[in-house]
């Protein structure tokens, strides 16, 4: 014979149940891809992974190496991804030649672009001028080399003289190092330590970021399909809230970051990937913009001077509008983007 308390007792689990499975039936499937290796700046993904911030928001996500933020762009234009972390440059080119498949950025990460060329001090290159008549190895979907036409238009380089060769990630450092390439495309952080492993230290390299020359250029940032973003408002901003989530954690306990990218990646050198995580977020994401605006977002009249460096860079067919290029409307709230210390 069931007694009341037994009763009670099966009723309370059985609306547990319930309610764990309505969440569950409710959870919705994402697919989401970085732009590059599990490296030290893919941390914050991990790490809102890992402390359960997209389950919070109802979300089941996957999350998936890159091969360079030109692929990235591709495969989310294409479906393949729900949304992904790419160059908002290497977007703008692709929206304005194809207006069918229109992207939108909806979180700025790289606040300052961490594009750069980099070359062997004793190749005898000294200026960015000086890359007329040499070869520049890179991935075909690099972001750097990508958006090398305007870092020609601004240092008078003769983008023509310029022969590049399209290698393999693992396989651009190690060319620039035995001189089978005069330089090579990437982002700062990524080259320079890359090349550190390798033995070639900082003090034997030229770096040239294009920040230093080229007007007003933002970097990587969470890009999605327009359309996918309007039909889901809610999906994006819980996405959103997750990875600011995140981000912030991994600027607060940068170790964390990296313990979270290395449960996928048993191999990487903790070290080294947590020097490059700092590198990233020390220059790219905690910018002046960052500490008075706060993360996520852009500042307007910056973004409307890269979408015409843009433009003239890629000969685009049309000017794009900064509301089409970044959507802030799906960000959270200024209070839950302000930007804490790097410790």
């Known amino acids: 014979m069931i007694t009341l308390t037994q009763r009670l007792f099966n009723l309370g689990a059985a609306l547990v149940l319930s309610t764990v499975s309505t969440a569950q039936a409710q959870s919705t499937n994402l697919k989401f891809t970085l732009d590059w290796a599990l490296e030290g700046p893919s941390a914050p993904y991990f790490l809102a992974l890992d402390r359960g911030y997209f389950s919070r928001e109802g979300l089941n996500v996957s999350i998936d190496r890159g091969f360079g933020s030109g692929d990235a762009i591709n495969k989310i234009a294409g479906g393949t991804y729900d949304l992904g972390f790419g160059d908002i440059n290497a977007m703008m080119e692709f929206n304005a030649r194809n207006p069918a498949q229109k992207l939108v950025a909806v979180y700025m990460v790289y606040n300052a672009p961490p594009h750069a060329i980099v070359v062997l001090k004793s190749s005898g290159i000294k200026t960015p001028k000086d890359l007329e008549g040499k070869t520049i190895a890179a ?205």
């Not at 040239?208 to 039909?231: C, E, H």
Request: charged letters at 20%; zero cysteines.
């Open 139 to 343: 991935p075909v979907g690099d972001a750097s080399r990508r958006l090398f036409p305007a870092f020609a238009e601004a240092n008078g380089i003769d983008a023509t003289k310029v022969k590049w060769v399209s290698v393999d990630g693992a396989l651009r450092e190690p060319m620039l190092a035995r001189k089978q390439a005069d330089a090579i495309s990437g982002f700062t952080f990524t080259s320079l330590l890359n090349l550190k492993q390798i033995g070639v230290a900082a003090d034997e390299l030229t770096i040239f970021p294009y920040a230093a020359s080229v007007r007003g250029l933002y970097g990587n940032a969470v890009i999605t399909r327009a359309d996918f973003a309007q039909k889901n408002p809610g999906v994006v901003k819980g996405f959103l809230a997750a990875v600011n989530a995140g981000l912030k954690d991994t600027i607060k306990d940068p170790g964390a970051g990296i313990a979270a990218v290395q449960k996928r990646n048993g191999l990487m050198n903790v070290a080294l990937e947590t020097e490059r995580l700092r590198l990233a977020l020390g220059g790219s994401v905690l910018t002046s913009d960052v500490k008075a605006l706060g993360l996520g977002s852009v500042r307007p009249d910056r973004l409307k001077s890269s979408i015409n460096t843009v433009k003239q860079a890629f000969d685009l067919p049309v000017t794009l509008s900064p509301t089409s290029v970044f959507n802030a409307s799906y960000l959270p709230p200024a209070a839950e983007r302000k930007a804490p210390a790097l410790k």
